[in-house]
Every structure is written in C-alpha cells, then in structure tokens.
C-alpha cells in the first residue's frame, strides 16, 4: 500500500493508459480523482474504481479550459483535503491529421489547447495545490510522435514536443519546494486510439497493419495500458525520488528515435 492516504488526479482517466494508473493508484490505497468528457465512459470508469476503492470521484472536464481546471483542482482538494499526485493524461485522439499548408488555424487552436496549453493549465493549479501540500509528483504524457515528425503531424507532434520542454522548465522552478515532475512518452499502446485505426479493415488489412506495429520496435508487439501505467506509478512512488525533468519512453525499443 505505497500509496495509502495519498490523493491522486488523472486527466484522461477514464480508459487507456490513464484508467490503468488510477486502477494501479486506488490498487495501493490512494484517493483517486478520474477526468475526461465523456460522462457515459467516466460513469463506467468510475464504478470499476469503486470496486478497488471506494474513495473516487469522476469529473467532466474540458483541459483546455481555465475556470474548468481550475475548478477541477479545487474540487479535488475540498473532496480529498490535498493533493499529492498528477497525471496530465489527457490529450487529442481525433484530431486531424495534414500537412501543414492544408491544416487550419481552427484545428490548429484546438489541437495546441488539448495538448500543450492543457498541459499548462493543469500544472498551473496543480502546483498551487501541492505548493500548499509541501510536495508532490507530476507525470505530463507526451508521445513518440514528438520525435518520429512523420508527415502530417505537424500540429500534434509539435504539441506533444512542448510537452517535454514544459516538463523540464517546470522541474527545474520546483524541485527545491519538493515537487517532481517527469513525462512519459509511450510508443504503441494498445488503447482506443490503436483501436480506431483497426476500424473498417478487412481481416487482410488489420493483420497488415498489425505487423506494421509489431516490426515498429525491438520487443516485436504492441505495449499493454498496464506496462504504460507501472511507469506512471514507479515515478509517482519514493523509489523514484530522485527522477525529476526526465523524459522516460516506453516504446518497446523503436530503434529510429
């Protein structure tokens, strides 16, 4: 039980990589605080918690938002007293993709909100609360994206970029006042936006694909929600109390980057 007594808020908490953290948190005693749009898929998630722990709480929040986040931090802290942990999950998984010259400033705006700017936003207040706490962990998710550039990206890949950046500023103004900060950068997860890509396929075409993730890294398969979220919790433990500004890639071992 390392975390017994501690309060955890999870953006993009309600499936994927940040469901198997606040599955991994409450599993360890902690309070757990889940966030996401989707009221039916944050209803769903918040009951299977409830099955590991009875203190969580599902918030619908939109990132890119000021008074939501900030409303959201406050919310937490008068529910749970405090707030030790963060993991700024959430992000853009339908956004479009194009090259740069046919991309519009629309898209553009919304996908820097859901990425860097939501980032920013939930540190923000997140780092009031902790300040106050005497401490903290953060984990911001970035993607391998941020390093493959691949045509078409542009947006997302220079979002998820600044994401590193803003990690390591962020590390730098804080870790003497005892609050850490780190991201993560997965490689193929198997969650809803590997999934989505599988859509419509013909049998064929799937295992094509398949085998396009498979041959992508050096352990020859798609990483598990689980895997991704035990690095999230060994950076969030005191076995990793002197990480801090670091970019840790669980990638498989993708051997361009």
Known sequence: MRFENKVALITGGTSGIGLAVAQSLAQEGSKVVIVGRNQKKGEAALQSLKQIHSDVMYLSVDVSKSNEVK??????????????????????????????????????DNMMGATIKGVWLCMKYELRAMLENGGGSIVNTSSLDAFLCSPGTTAYATGKSGIITLTKCVAHEYGKQGIRVNTLTPGAIKTSMIDSKFEGLSAEEAKRLEDKYNNLNTLGRIGTPKEAAAVVTWLMSDEATYITGQNIIADGGVSFV
């Open 71 to 108: 409303q959201m931090v406050h919310k937490t802290v008068s529910t749970f007293g405090k707030l030790d942990f963060a993991f700024n999950n959430a992000g853009n998984t339908e956004g479009k993709t194009a090259l740069t010259h046919e991309f519009s400033e629309e898209d553009f």
